[in-house]
């Protein structure tokens, strides 16, 4: 019962999903498909020209051509196009063309529950964060919110080339750029065909990451304060990629292309598949490769998989991958019975029954027969089972978490939802109602069962302080990463639970998508939160150290995070990474693992891609893997270690690390290491002296230990400081036995791609089927 608690939250979006992939099964239909060539046009034949000329000669005449193409592509060497499965090999078999990949549906990271913004951290004035221009592929965003007014924002930076596309869409000094992609060209009523923002999630993030400060924000007066991006001083450009019905390849392309040629400094991007795909075949990796290329740092989120291993999402290691932890503050709200006793559970209850206590009956004594229906079913309260003469005024107590609506269409008061799935964040309703434990549950049924009158109120949702926060929510995806098993994934962890942000007016304010009612702020949960605070804090870091890398950025923030309780995660950094941002010392890294481009696809070559696989990812043919020896991914540059062991062997590795001195320039760094017994850490030299800044030094990180077996993670860390203990710079160190069968190099077995075999409810049971093409 509690395995299906969380599909209305994801279900119209999955099933509008699927509708629109289930034309597959028609050859001669059309079907988008992105059509990538390993050429790079120079010259003066223009790209658009090339692809035109090459649709024209596989759909025979100019016309079709014109009526297929959806998009040419200036940073992809590619092109999207409407083509028939046999148009679709006659492309593959080309010369020049390296893949066609079809129009994959990508969907938003994020719960529908709501949540506060409980992030401060400093500034560095409006004037620096000014010239910073965060991009969000998102739902897009509603440009008449406060959050999102001039106030005292100046004009553009003088290099921004976006644009503001789209009737009745208005962009100003905190929106300079606005742009709408929908390949599918298939719009439900309630889309907006602009960059306006029906669902919500758009307006949520973007003013998480960069919104205005406005006081008194709250939800129906709860979490009431100032609501605030991150970097308050700095510009947003919305990307609408996103539509009721999903995220589509084509259109993510297409929105990072924009993108770097308008000029943004970080991109965030809030989505993603729910399984794990090879880099040649992921929009979000190829889009933010090129966004690296371009000195732009893609940060997104990790996926809302977990707890279960092998579940994180977006690992691209040239990326930032982001968890979701707690904040201090979670939503409470009680019930209390007719006989005195009282029960709380997580839910945002924004309605108020003036303490009046209703009748109270079980959702199984009010079947709807005639419908079909018995108590087994009725129980669950779910729409259409229940008996409105028996519901009609009355609390119904149900045994499923559910959307409400089924009480609400039974004219039923509020309700009493029993579930052992919702722990540590919360939902908001369309009616009353919280959710309480099935044990707590036990004792309600109790006392319907043997009181006379059985009665209950549902109180006005509450604030309370958690003390344990920060810890990683269990809907937070996991590693190890799934494709790189000697890389990190996630990379660090930010707030993502119970997250108050601006939001459509037209969107709807709790998990029912039908609630009607209209709010300016909400409260919800996701990675898809936890995201635009990383990508807020990247921006603080951008605004402060204008030519950093992309590589040095992420690095910032990953070596200044802030350590996590070990002892509140079982799976330890496979849910938080290096730990929680922490952007006021992120500006201060003292030393930065930088990379670049180079050193990326050396990586991929060294994980099995090759020469013509490399170019599809890079999008440039004079991309060559030099070396085809594959091996290890221990020495790309990376600010964290993992090392996977399989079961039997020993463990040992050898890491080779540069640092970048971005602190004194006159600093002398000492190594700590920090390791359980089962392995230790050795590094050579322990010691390393700069003398200017931009000066970079290298060193060896030597893991070695017995044979492990069956060891889900053990974990240590290296730790560089100055003298003046001004810097430490801190790298976990991972060590795990991989899944027998799990393989090194996944571009040559695409098994694990499709549906991981570790124990737990793989997401086909946990969501139902979401087809891919
Ligand atoms: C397949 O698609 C084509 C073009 O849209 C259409 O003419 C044809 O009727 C479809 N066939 C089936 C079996 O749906
Ligand atoms: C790359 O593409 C250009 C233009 O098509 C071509 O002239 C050049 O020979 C190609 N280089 C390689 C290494 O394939
Ligand atoms: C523009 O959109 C807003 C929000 O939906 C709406 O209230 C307004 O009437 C629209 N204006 C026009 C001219 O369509
Ligand atoms: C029972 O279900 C039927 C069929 O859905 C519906 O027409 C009827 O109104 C319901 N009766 C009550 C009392 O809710
Ligand atoms: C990347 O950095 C290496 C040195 O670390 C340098 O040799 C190489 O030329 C750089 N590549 C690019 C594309 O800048
Ligand atoms: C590159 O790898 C792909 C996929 O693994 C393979 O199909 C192709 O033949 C390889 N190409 C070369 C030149 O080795
Ligand atoms: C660094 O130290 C050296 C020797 O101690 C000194 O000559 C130099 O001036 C110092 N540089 C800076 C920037 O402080
Ligand atoms: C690792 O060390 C811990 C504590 O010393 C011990 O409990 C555990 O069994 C060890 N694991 C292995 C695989 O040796």
Not at 281 to 310: C, Q, R, V
Not at 333 to 353: C, H, K, Q, W
Not at 370 to 377: E, I, K, M, R, V
Not at 387 to 415: H, K, M, P, Q
């Amino acid at each position: 019962m509690a395995k299906k608690g969380l599909i209305p939250l994801l279900c119209s979006l999955l099933f509008a999903a699927f509708l629109l992939n289930s034309h597959a099964a028609n050859a001669s239909e059309r079907k988008i498909h992105v059509v990538y060539m390993g050429d790079r046009l120079k010259g003066d034949l223009s790209a658009k020209r090339v692809h035109y000329s090459m649709l024209t000669s596989v759909l025979g005449s100019s016309s079709s051509a014109k009526e297929s193409l959806v998009y040419s592509y200036g940073n992809f060497n590619a092109f999207a196009a409407k083509l028939t499965e046999e148009e679709v090999k006659t492309f593959s078999e080309m010369d020049g063309v390296v893949r066609v990949i079809p129009n994959h549906i990508l969907q938003l990271h994020t719960t529908r529950s709501w949540d506060f913004l409980g992030f401060s951290q400093s500034s560095l004035g409006a004037r620096i964060e000014g010239d910073v221009v965060i991009g969000l592929l998102d739902t897009g965003i509603w440009p008449e919110h406060e959050s999102f007014t001039n106030q005292e924002l100046g004009a553009p930076p003088s290099k921004w080339k976006g644009i503001c596309q789209g009737a009745n869409f208005t962009c100003n000094n905190k929106i300079v750029g606005a742009r709408y992609y929908n390949s599918e060209e298939w719009y439900s009523d309630t889309d907006f065909k602009s960059p306006r923002d029906s669902e919500g999630h758009g307006t949520h993030t973007s003013s998480t990451a960069a919104g205005n400060r406005v006081a008194d924000a709250s939800y129906y007066g709860l979490a009431n304060g100032i609501a605030r991006g991150g970097v308050p001083g700095a510009r947003i450009a919305m990307y609408k990629v996103c539509w009721s019905f999903g995220c589509a390849t084509a259109d993510i392309l297409a929105a990072f292309d924009d993108a770097i040629a308008d000029g943004v400094d970080i991109i965030s991007v809030s989505l993603g598949f729910i399984f794990a795909l090879a880099y040649d075949e992921d929009p979000i990796a190829i889009g933010a490769f090129h966004a690296m290329k371009n000195g732009i740092l893609t940060s997104n989120s990790a996926g809302n998989s977990g707890p279960w291993p092998y579940s994180v999402v977006n690992f691209a290691p040239w990326t930032l991958t982001v968890a979701a932890s707690t904040i201090d503050r979670k939503f409470v709200t009680r019930v209390e019975l007719g006989n005195g006793m009282s029960y709380a559970g997580p839910s945002i209850n924004s309605f108020d029954l003036h303490g009046k206590s209703y009748p109270l009956i079980w959702g199984g004594d009010a079947a709807n027969y005639s419908a079909g229906s018995n108590p087994d079913l009725s129980k669950y309260c779910i729409n259409g089972y229940l008996n409105s003469y028996r519901v009609y005024g009355n609390i119904v107590f149900c045994e499923l978490l559910w959307d409400g609506t089924g009480i609400l269409e039974a004219s039923g008061v509020g309700t009493i939802m029993a579930s052992d799935r919702l722990k540590d964040f919360a939902f908001s309703f369309p009616l009353p109602a919280t959710v309480i434990s099935t044990k707590d549950g036990e004792q309600i049924l109790d006392y319907i069962r043997s009181a006379e009158y059985p009665v209950a109120t549902i109180l006005f949702g509450e604030t309370w302080s958690d003390v344990m926060a920060p810890y990683v929510v269990s809907f937070s995806s996991r590693g190890p990463n799934p494709m790189n098993p000697d890389i990190l994934k996630p990379d660090l962890t930010a707030p993502g639970v119970d997250i108050i942000a601006a939001w459509s007016p037209v969107a709807p304010p709790s998990v029912a998508y039908e609630d009607p009612r209209s709010v300016n702020y909400n409260i919800i949960s996701g990675t898809s939160m936890s995201c635009p605070h990383a990508s807020g804090a990247a921006a603080y870091v951008k605004a402060a150290h204008p030519d950093w890398s992309p590589a040095a950025v992420k690095s910032a923030l990953m070596t200044t995070a802030t350590v996590m309780d070990s002892t509140k995660h079982e799976d330890l950094e496979f849910a938080y990474g290096s730990g929680q941002i922490n952007p006021a010392h992120a500006i201060e890294p003292g030393l930065v693992y930088d990379a670049n481009e180079t050193d990326y696809i050396n990586f991929l070559c060294k994980q099995g891609y090759n020469t013509t696989t490399i170019r599809l990812i890079t999008g440039d043919n004079s991309s060559v893997c030099t070396s085809t020896v594959i091996g290890r991914a221990w020495d790309l540059n990376y600010p964290s270690f993992s090392l996977a062991v399989e079961d039997g062997e020993p463990i040992s590795g050898v890491f080779t690390r540069t640092v970048t001195n971005v602190g004194s320039a006159n600093s002398t760094y000492t190594v700590r290491m920090y390791s359980p017994s089962n392995f230790s850490i050795s590094v050579e030299p322990q010691v390393l002296s700069f003398s200017t800044v931009g000066e970079k030094k290298s060193y060896t990180v030597t893991v070695t230990g017995g044979t492990i077996s069956q060891q889900k993670i053990m974990s240590g860390a290296i730790i560089w400081t100055d003298g003046d203990h001004q810097y430490e710079v801190r790298s976990p160190v991972v060590v795990y036995n991989v899944l027998p069968g799990y393989t090194y190099f996944p571009p040559q077995n695409s098994k694990f791609q499709e549906k991981p075999t570790f124990q737990g409810p793989s997401m086909y049971e946990k969501y139902g089927v979401l087809r891919r093409n």
